[in-house]
């Protein structure tokens, strides 16, 4: 069975901080990864997504994703943090067998001024 | 009006209520998803549907039950919730269940609240 690690529940930077939020999958087959964002009283919207075409994956709001099978792991990184990134972040993977999207646990960002 | 609506954004009910959660979407999407996301804890999968037809069943308590009458819309009948039930319900959407790469796109959700 597929799983979906993310490491730290909350993470906390400064304004113009590297972001580097940590994602671990597991996966006998090459996996198709997410990352989504949740704002306070919001659903979770899609960040971007890793389908095999290329390994650094660019999505929105300045976030990218390097997807490293050596290392089964997909972290989020942005290189300069602002204030409006606060929320939450989670990693999910899709499970090519059952046909679901498992997700992480998600990392709370939070954003020093 | 274009995405997935959720409706009623908050609802607090007693034990012995019967209410619905109602979902649609306006994407032409064919499959949807009832998710349930509780404090500290992961995002759990409850039902899905595809193509009208329910592909998933997590366990969940009988009394959710789930209605999807057409690929746009999507109820949740709750009836003898208990408290631990409360908890921000989130409707989802994709293309189709089985295109593992078509990512879900979700409502603001229902914030339920089991007094």
């Known amino acids: 069975a597929q799983s979906v690690t993310q490491l730290g529940s909350h993470v906390s930077v400064s304004e113009g901080a590297l972001v580097l939020l940590r994602c671990n999958y597991s996966?006998?087959?090459?996996?198709?990864l997410f990352w989504y964002v949740q704002y306070p009283n919001q659903g979770l919207q899609l960040l971007l997504k890793y389908t095999s075409a290329a390994t650094l994956v660019k999505g929105i709001n300045g976030f990218e994703a390097e997807f490293k099978k050596s290392e089964t792991s997909f972290h989020l990184t942005k290189p300069s943090a602002h204030m409006s990134d606060a929320a939450e972040y989670f990693c999910a993977v899709s499970d090519t067998g059952g046909f679901k999207t498992i997700f992480g646990a998600g990392t709370r960002l939070f954003v020093k001024a | 009006e274009t995405g997935v609506t959720q409706t009623p954004r908050h609802l607090v009910m007693g034990m012995t209520n019967k209410k619905s959660l109602k979902c649609e979407q306006h994407l032409g999407h064919n499959a949807m998803y009832w998710y349930k996301q509780s404090a500290k804890k992961p995002l759990e999968l409850m039902f899905v549907y595809n193509f009208k037809e329910q592909t998933e069943n997590n366990s969940v308590p009988s009394r959710f039950s789930p209605e999807c009458p057409n690929s746009s819309h999507l109820f949740l009948h709750l009836h003898t919730l208990q408290p631990e039930d409360s908890a921000l319900y989130l409707c989802a959407s994709s293309l189709n269940q089985r295109a593992d790469n078509s990512p879900l796109h979700f409502g603001n959700g229902t914030r339920l609240t089991v007094t």
């Open positions: 996966s006998s087959v090459p996996p198709y």
